[in-house]
């Protein structure tokens, strides 16, 4: 299910790139076309949360009242989400939205050649194959990131092979056959190919086709270090934004109980202060194009936040 999405997605990006022929600019515009996709269900998410926080004193006392009988807290429960006609499955298609798309875009930036050239796998083996005859790469994770970064030499190698051909006439000897074999992997690579592999990954400087922990360039550390530093500034602001509740009723009824809603939004918060660093340890062993499709969401997304904000807080006065 993850490929088809990322193959759909891959459309999409592949028809910016042509476009713009940038990969960096492309995934930038890419973002902010699947933000303003998903705008609708941004919206229900963030008047489902709104409501959610408006009921959940009730919630509280609700729970208190029935804690020593499960059967009535169900009940109870599921006629308060009636009368305020809501469903306590309301935020479940956001979340799994939101998780197919980021496995989906994760698929669609570690394969490029795959999911956005439409390239055939053959051609994609065959590459493969030869940068590792030649030692051009030790590193099979991402053997279409590879690719796209080594075409210089492969250029370069078919060049080599050519001019190796015009100028020998004589027979190769047998302690030469391994060298033959190479050359004629050097013979298979079609400059019309080349061209198709092609993705223009520069941007701003920096090489999308990096890996920041792979790489000896510092500035391959810039993208995934602004994404951590945005992503908390959207966290902090996601919080600050969210309508707080009163719970004096229930602290009042229940003293010496601990309130199991302040301890799940407390574990709520920690787990949204680290997320950010998970995805940075994803983002280090990733190609940048994934840092930056990030970075770039994180920024869309506080934009969409106070946006939204003031927009249903407009519509509620």
């Excluded at 993850?2 to 022929?21: E, K, S």
């Amino acid at each position: 299910m993850i490929a088809f999405f990322a193959n759909i997605f891959g459309y999409v990006l592949n028809f910016i790139y042509n476009i713009v022929q940038n990969y960096g600019l492309a995934i930038i515009l890419f973002s902010i076309l699947v933000k303003l996709l998903m705008l609708p269900i941004s919206i229900k998410q963030q008047r489902t949360m709104k409501k959610t926080t408006k009921i959940q004193s009730k919630m509280k006392e609700i729970q208190f009242k029935y804690k020593n009988n499960p059967e009535k807290l169900n009940q109870a429960t599921m006629e308060l989400y009636k009368s305020e006609n809501m469903s306590p499955f309301s935020g479940c298609f956001s979340a799994i939205a939101q998780l197919v798309l980021l496995f989906a875009v994760f698929y669609l930036v570690r394969a490029p050649l795959t999911y956005m050239k439409k390239v055939d796998s053959n051609i994609i083996n065959k590459y493969t194959r030869i940068i590792q005859e030649n030692n051009l790469s030790s590193n099979s994770s991402y053997p279409e990131i590879e690719i796209i970064r080594e075409l210089g030499t492969l250029r370069e190698l078919k060049e080599s092979a050519e001019t190796t051909d015009e100028n020998s006439n004589e027979e190769v000897s047998q302690e030469n056959e391994e060298n033959q074999n190479s050359e004629n992997d050097k013979s298979e690579i079609s400059y019309e190919e080349l061209d198709n592999l092609n993705v223009n990954m520069e941007f701003l400087g920096l090489n999308l086709a990096q890996i920041p922990t792979r790489s000896s360039d510092w500035k391959a550390f810039i993208i995934p270090i602004l994404y951590v530093v945005v992503a908390v500034i959207s966290m902090k602001i996601s919080t600050n934004t969210t309508p707080k509740v009163s719970n004096d009723q229930a602290k009042k009824d229940n003293k010496d109980e601990e309130d199991p809603f302040d301890a799940m939004n407390q574990m709520n918060k920690n787990m949204n202060l680290m997320f950010p660093f998970m995805y940075l340890a994803v983002a280090l062993i990733a190609p940048l194009g994934l840092a930056l499709y990030w970075l770039t969401n994180s920024l869309l997304m506080i934009i969409e936040k106070l946006a939204l904000n003031k927009f249903l807080k407009d519509n509620e006065e």
